[in-house]
C-alpha cells in the first residue's frame, strides 16, 4: 500500500509548485540553495554549532565544512570558539549575512503580494492568510515531536 491519500498528494503538489515559484524569484547572490538554506537556519538559530546546524539540515557535519567555510570567507557567518568548550565552534549570522537575507525575502514576499494581488480574489487571499498558521504547524511538527 502506497499510503497515498487524494488530499495529501494534492497538497504536496502545490505547496512543491508554490515552492519551486519562490526559489524562481530568489534574487541571484552567487549562494547555492543549500548555501541559503544553511544560512537562513544559523539565521533562526542565533548562535549555533556545526553539530546543531547539521541536525537541523539532516545532514552530517562533515557535509557542512566547504559551505561553512564558503559562508565565513563571505563574511556572511562568523565562527569563534565555544567559550565553555573550546573544541566547539560557534555560528553566527553576520549583519552582512542578514542583510543578504533581509533582501532574499523581501524580494521573494514582494513577488508573492503581487502574484497574489494580480491572481487571487479577496476571499482567496483572505483564506490563504487563515491556512497559513495551519501550515506552519505542519511544518513545525517534528520538532515539537522532537521535543517532547
Known sequence: ????????????????ALARQMRRHRPDTGLTLSQLEMLGEVSRLGVTTPAELAVRLHVRVQSLTDSINELQAEELISRRPD??????QLLEVTPRGAALLDDD??????WLHATMRDNLSELESNLLMLVAPVLRKLADAEAAQSAS
Open 83 to 88: 567559550p565553555v568548550d573550546r573544541r566547539r
Open 1 to 16: 500500500m502506497s499510503g497515498r491519500t487524494p488530499a495529501a498528494t494534492e497538497l504536496r503538489e502545490s505547496l512543491m
Open 105 to 110: 525575502r523581501a524580494e521573494r514576499d514582494a
